[in-house]
């Protein structure tokens, strides 16, 4: 994946090395000084105010432009965004009470812009459709950017920044920059990103995904924004909304399969501790759901967050009684998910703090507030603007546009004290460290016991469980982990807690797990190790062989001219690609088909670029039948990361070869930014990233410098310095 994410013990929008390590990577690409074309760009750098000059066609737009609202009717514009022309862009007026409740004359109005309403293939540094909010009842237009930056880090999430907008040469001031929560969003968190995607719009006691009856009818407050390839995609959420509602809680297991228990309470977490107003926890509506293709499990996400960090005094258990949302009223009330989700509470509480938030803020405001002095359609005035970071203010308008808005300073500090008082999450569970596995990379018939040391926090550690999934295509497993000494736990009683992995494993499989421990108080207080749980777990990566076949060989996750894997038939026969695909570390079999690569002769090599193939072809100088498949990330699959990984799966969806990479995750390592990394003989197949050398004009690999002034070998792979015996046993010469 091209985006790493956040330990919870880490400082910015995103450090960290685990596996969800959702988001903030492209604005730290930036702040890098990373290379290599609009992709290494982020529309949603928190750091950098965009400027938008929209210009429209008609004379008439203003006109137009509320004419249209309605019926969501676009206009056409020419578009420049930091100096950069995109022609015939569809306009219009976007959100419900931010513009039908805003003052009388006023033209502070949100705008959606949709890049490809013309162009197909038109896009803004990778994205076709995009939000620009006006700051309702936000007079430090900071709430949004920093809540959802936040959030980012925990669950799938939009991101957002600010931006100065003209209209057809008038400024019309600073405007909110939000993600679009669509298939693009969804492909930076799950690794497979066109299942059904559900949205329920805002409205006062929304329907919660409480089941409402058999028939269609019954929901007619969802919108099937993209059906997932199912028949009857309404008949997915009816058996969604009946488990949630209907399943015995004696039996609460059976939901899971169903509605993603751990990743949602991740999203109920979230909207209560930030007190997200249009929220799920609050009104039971303004959420979207998202039916993950891999597992089949419904995932409860966020949608709208221009009214956060506004209610001080909520209770962590906010409307936990409401029936009409079974995610509260029925999912928390057992009594081990009621402390996962306290579990997760005190996660985000860590942050809870002015000394956390107080700088993201104050980067906001330093970054906007000579652009808002000058905005002369702000809703609100400069003066309130800069009052608010700290103290409440009084809007000066009647209805949803005016009242009193706590300061966001006041607000942190007042939160806190709030949840400090809660016995319940005050209640801590017992503390988990040094979790690993026995081996690094065991072969399946190894056994690898998952050790853990837990120690008490306050209370006894009453049990420690490993959960373990062995398929994606499945949900989590749990099996107790015992500190007797016959665990690959060392010795009884020291703490260190063990238990042998459950699997029957298969060459090159990997299997999620990460560790949870109760404390014998009176809550039962939990916790868990990673703190993401199955946001972010940890692996065990069963050794694949270095039988010879396929091979990726050569690798660049950021050039000037686009990044590129080579891979090489290193057997001594041709090798159809008529079903092989190949994935990053999302690691599923067909993400991006290479069926186009046709028959890979002996020796020969296939190229793989995110760059249209002429183009690429042709900064490398290499010749028209040279096999180049282009696009990768376009319409399918997922570009690289600096920290990422390449899998190769077979026509059957075996894999056959894999490469974990990262010169911050493995230091010491190459880092392939411009310069490409290639295997010697001694680490094709191994999955050895130390054992790799970068490329130098003129080296074993004949590498040159491209066109565009990347370096690498792109398209041919020379194995003149390999052992045939061993190495090439099936006599590849």
């Not at 690993?436 to 006894?460: C, E, K, N, R, Y």
């Amino acid at each position: 994946m091209a985006h790493e994410g956040r330990e919870t013990q880490g400082i910015g929008y995103c450090t960290g090395p685990s596996r969800f390590r959702a988001l903030a990577t492209f604005a730290l690409a930036a702040l890098l000084g990373a290379t290599g074309g609009a992709r290494a760009q982020d529309l949603y750098d928190p750091t950098v105010l965009r400027t938008f000059d929209i210009t429209f066609h008609d004379a008439n737009w203003l006109a137009l432009l509320r004419a249209n609202y309605a019926s969501e009717t676009n206009i056409l514009a020419d578009v420049v965004v930091d100096g950069v022309s995109y022609p015939d862009v569809g306009v219009r007026i976007r959100g419900n009470t931010s513009y039908t409740a805003l003052p009388a004359g006023s033209e502070k109005f949100s705008l959606k812009l949709e890049m490809d309403y013309v162009d197909p293939d038109q896009e803004l540094l990778g994205y076709d459709t995009i939000n620009l909010n006006n700051g309702f009842h936000d007079p430090t237009f900071s709430r949004e950017v920093v809540y959802n930056n936040y959030v980012a880090q925990f669950i799938p999430n939009p991101r957002a920044n600010h931006a100065l907008v003209t209209l057809n040469g008038q400024n019309w001031g600073v405007y909110v920059n939000v993600q679009q929560p669509d298939k693009r969003m969804l492909r930076d968190y799950f690794a497979n990103a066109d299942g059904l995607r559900i949205r329920c719009a805002n409205r006062p006691n929304g329907p919660g995904l409480a089941y409402n009856g058999p028939d269609a009818s019954g929901y007619a407050d969802y919108e099937i924004q993209a059906d997932g390839g199912l028949a009857d995609p309404v008949g997915a959420l009816i058996a969604v909304a009946n488990a949630l509602s209907n399943e015995p809680l004696a039996t609460w297991p059976n939901i899971d399969p169903l509605f993603a228990m751990d990743p949602s309470i991740w999203s109920v977490v979230l909207e209560n501790a930030l007190t997200d107003d249009d929220s799920y926890v609050n009104k039971g509506c303004d959420f979207m759901t998202y039916r993950d293709p891999v597992d089949g499990r419904t995932h409860l996400l966020q949608r709208d967050a221009n009214e956060t960090f506004t209610q001080a005094t909520w209770a962590p258990t906010r409307n936990f009684t409401a029936v009409n949302k079974p995610v509260l009223n029925r999912v928390l009330a057992v009594a081990e998910q009621r402390q996962r989700y306290m579990s997760h509470y005190r996660t985000i509480l860590r942050d809870m703090n002015w000394a956390y938030f107080g700088p993201r803020f104050t980067a906001q405001r330093n970054l906007i507030d000579a652009a808002v002095q000058a905005d002369p359609k702000k809703l609100y005035s400069h003066a309130l603007f800069q009052a608010n970071f700290s103290t409440t203010v009084s809007l000066p308008y009647a209805g949803p546009a005016g009242g009193n808005v706590i300061g966001l300073e006041e607000f942190v500090t007042q939160r806190a004290a709030i949840l400090g008082g809660s016995a319940e999450l005050a209640a801590t569970g017992p503390t988990i460290s040094a979790v690993q596995a026995s081996i690094a990379d065991p072969d399946p018939v190894d056994p690898v016991w998952i050790t853990a040391a837990v120690a008490a926090a306050g209370s006894p550690v009453s049990l420690v469980e490993l959960y373990f999934r062995p398929q994606r295509q499945g949900v989590y497993l749990r099996t107790p982990m015992l500190d007797d000494g016959l665990s690959g736990d060392g010795t009884a009683g020291d703490g260190v807690y063990g238990t042998l992995l459950p699997v029957a494993a298969t060459p090159g499989q990997r299997v999620d797990y990460y560790v949870a421990a109760t404390a014998g108080n009176a809550f039962l207080s939990r916790s868990f190790a990673p703190a993401l749980a199955e946001r972010g777990p940890l692996h065990v990566d069963y050794f694949l062989g270095t039988a010879q076949g396929l091979r990726i060989t050569e690798w660049m996750y950021s050039g000037l001219g686009g990044e590129f894997i080579e891979f090489t038939n290193l057997s001594g026969s041709p090798i159809d690609l008529a079903g092989w695909s190949m994935d990053d570390s999302n690691a599923v079999p067909g993400a991006f088909g290479l069926g186009a690569g046709g028959t890979l002769a002996a020796g020969e090599s296939l190229v793989v670029t995110e760059a249209v193939a002429a183009t690429f072809r042709a900064a490398w100088n290499l010749p028209p039948g040279s096999k180049v498949i282009g696009e990768l990330g376009v319409a399918s699959g997922n570009n690289l990361g600096r920290s990422d990984q390449i899998h190769l799966y077979d026509a059957a969806g075996t894999l056959t070869d894999r490469l974990y990479y990262g010169d911050q995750t493995y230091p010491g390592t190459i880092r392939t930014q411009n310069i490409s990394g290639w295997a010697p003989c001694a680490a094709l197949g191994l999955n050895a990233v130390a054992s790799w050398q970068l490329s130098a004009v003129g080296d074993a690999q004949g590498s040159v410098a491209s066109n565009a002034g990347d370096v690498g070998s792109p398209g041919t792979h020379d194995l003149a310095g390999c052992v045939p015996d061993g190495l090439y046993a099936d006599g590849f010469e």
